[in-house]
């Protein structure tokens, strides 16, 4: 028997998360004020951005481990959470109806499962990490039934496709386990690399895909994805689009660089139509939408399904370009929902585009803001979203799928046309009313300027952040296959 | 003693049955039971496949797996009920407000 390691110093962050969500759960019924969690959040994640550089490396339990890779994409996730926190904080005074410590609760647990998932070491950990992250986000969702019932429709619609999706992802582990004996990722490299249990394995890799695109919203699976966005609040919205993508690609990233590399080209055939429909669809499908969040729910299935184009080759450079364009859809996806906070704030009706028309005579900076977050979103060149999708389409004519990028080149030009049709309506349409213009409110612009800072510099010169992923992927590899 | 390959029968009609009922009832109620039949079944099969292959991590998974199975009826079923609270609905082909 081999000695099991309890060092809790590896999982102090988890802990840290896990004490404060408790802790509001206890003692949200006794204050008054409720302003009170958004500073005690905002308190413990700069405090988390300390324990991230201070807690060691090593393994717990051997399920979960704290590497360079989940290092590294920990710390895009916190500060993405920060982001959320701010902007959700001048959503909350607003409608004050879901301003309880509990809003703050569920979304650090939510963060704590993002945690556990990037960095689990075995499938049954990742699944219940998975299940972790996504429980919370059912009530967050439901929770903006006081202003919106409907919303609970999208909340179930959202219940019923994730409690699939982890059906089939329990059915390919269970294969996984009959085949291998063991769910450690390790031990599933070691069969594959000798050639034993092949077609089980990639059956098993099948059905975990699976599972993986119904909560991805990848395009057979893509019908529950725009109801949940339109029934959320927007602070939600910006979660489930930025954080829980970004960690599920990148758990999903996990898993194919330790567990199933061997297969990596058999899942690319596999992928290759899935990916391809999905940004077809996506980009169709958000054309005629009038809501804007509806649109951006399809503009998030397509960015999806681009960033899954890096996967369809099987290099492991695919994978950083992966991690960087999903980054850049985080930091653009909280600018834009902050944005509408800020205009929802002025006017419910600003969430129609047609009644946006006109908005930068009164309001010019906000306007060139979503112009500028949009075009990144369209991927015009001097913003990041474009050195993003030109960094994908590389990986693409590396490995030989020049037809591949040609076809989502052009798709890519059908999905600049609803962007292009929110910035028309913005700045060519005749206003049909002056607005008043709002007090831009510090916790709020602060997360957008960040953002179109980070949008604009990184469309200008991207390579330092390029190669701190390429180079932390490149290091977790080299420690994985020689060990020092 | 029963042979393996009846217990993974087993799991897979009830997969299968669980499915189905998730796919075509109306009623969300019968549709929550039908997830938990689908979970019922997973766990079957991890309790065949861990006894089959005289392994005890198999049985250590079952109880998370059951563990997850009463947090999703939990949630499920909290969901059922605000929406009956709020909407007065119970069936899946009435909730359809969103489309599109």
Redesign the interface.
């Known amino acids: 028997m081999f000695a099991l390691n309890f060092k809790f110093s590896v999982i102090a962050l988890e802990l840290l998360f896990l004490i404060a969500g408790i802790f509001f759960f206890l003692i949200d019924k006794f204050i008054r004020n409720k302003n009170y969690a958004f500073y005690l959040t905002f308190f413990i994640i700069i405090l988390c951005f300390g324990f991230l550089l201070f807690t060691p490396f090593g393994d717990f339990a051997r399920a979960y481990q704290r590497d360079f890779y989940s290092a590294t994409i920990q710390l895009f996730l916190l500060i993405g959470a920060l982001l959320v926190v701010l902007i959700s904080y001048a959503f909350l005074q607003e409608f004050k109806a879901l301003n309880y410590g509990e809003f703050y609760a569920l979304f650090l647990f939510s963060l704590i499962g993002s945690f556990i998932m990037v960095a689990s070491q075995d499938l049954?950990t990742l699944y219940?990490g998975m299940?972790l992250m996504s429980?919370p986000v059912?009530?967050l969702i439901?929770s903006s039934?006081v202003y919106n019932?409907?919303s609970?429709?999208?909340?179930?619609k959202y219940?019923?496709a994730g409690?699939?999706a982890?059906?089939l992802i329990?059915?390919g582990?269970?294969l996984v386990?009959?085949s291998v004996?063991?769910?450690s990722l390790k031990e599933i490299f070691v069969q594959l690399a000798q050639g034993l249990k092949k077609r089980e394995l990639l059956l098993a890799l099948l059905l975990i895909l699976a599972g993986f695109s119904i909560k991805l919203s990848l395009v057979p699976f893509h019908m529950w994805a725009?109801?949940a966005y339109?029934?959320s609040p927007l602070p939600v919205t910006a979660f489930l689009a930025g954080i829980v993508k970004f960690a599920l690609i990148s758990a999903f990233i996990k898993i194919m660089m330790i567990g199933f590399s061997p297969l990596r080209i058999e899942l690319g055939t596999f992928l290759l139509p899935i990916s391809l429909l999905t940004i077809l669809i996506g980009s169709l499908?958000a054309i005629?939408?009038d809501n804007i969040v509806?649109m951006l729910a399809y503009s998030s299935i397509a960015h999806v399904g681009y960033a899954s184009l890096g996967i369809l080759s099987g290099d492991y450079l695919g994978y950083g370009f992966i991690i960087f364009y999903m980054l850049v859809y985080l930091f653009t996806t909280i600018g834009v929902f902050g944005l509408l906070i800020y205009l929802s704030r002025l006017k419910r009706e600003y969430l129609e585009i047609p009644s946006m028309a006109g908005v930068s005579k009164s309001l010019p900076l906000v306007s060139f803001l979503v112009l500028i977050l949009f075009f990144s979103l369209a991927g015009v060149p001097p913003t990041a979203g474009f050195m993003a999708k030109f960094y994908i389409f590389i990986t693409l004519l590396k490995g030989n799928l020049i037809w591949v990028a040609i076809l989502s080149l052009l798709f890519s030009v059908i999905g600049a046309y609803p962007y292009l049709r929110v910035i028309k309506v913005i700045y060519m349409d005749s206003p049909p009313y002056e607005v008043e213009r709002g007090e831009y409110a510090v916790s709020l612009f602060a997360p957008i300027i960040l953002s179109v800072l980070v949008v604009i510099l990184w469309g200008i010169y991207p390579k330092p952040a390029v190669d701190f992923i390429q180079r932390t992927l490149y290091l977790y590899m080299s420690m994985l296959l020689f060990h020092f | 003693m029963v042979p393996f390959e009846y217990y993974v029968t087993l799991s897979l009609i009830l997969f299968v049955i669980g499915l189905a009922g998730v796919l075509f009832r109306r009623n969300i109620i019968i549709l929550l039971a039908s997830l938990e039949i689908i979970m019922n079944a997973l766990i079957v099969l991890f309790a065949a496949i861990s006894f089959h292959a005289k392994d005890i991590s198999g049985y250590l998974i079952v109880f998370f797996l059951i563990g997850m199975a009463a947090a999703e009826a939990g949630v499920g079923l909290s969901l059922a009920v605000l929406l009956y609270k709020k909407l007065k609905k119970v069936y899946v082909d009435e909730i359809n407000f969103y489309r599109g």
């Open positions: 049954l219940l299940e429980i059912y009530f439901a039934f019932r409907n609970i429709e999208g909340s179930l219940f019923i409690a699939i982890s059906a329990i059915l582990l269970a386990y009959y004996g063991l769910l725009p109801d339109q029934a499908l005629k939408q509806r």
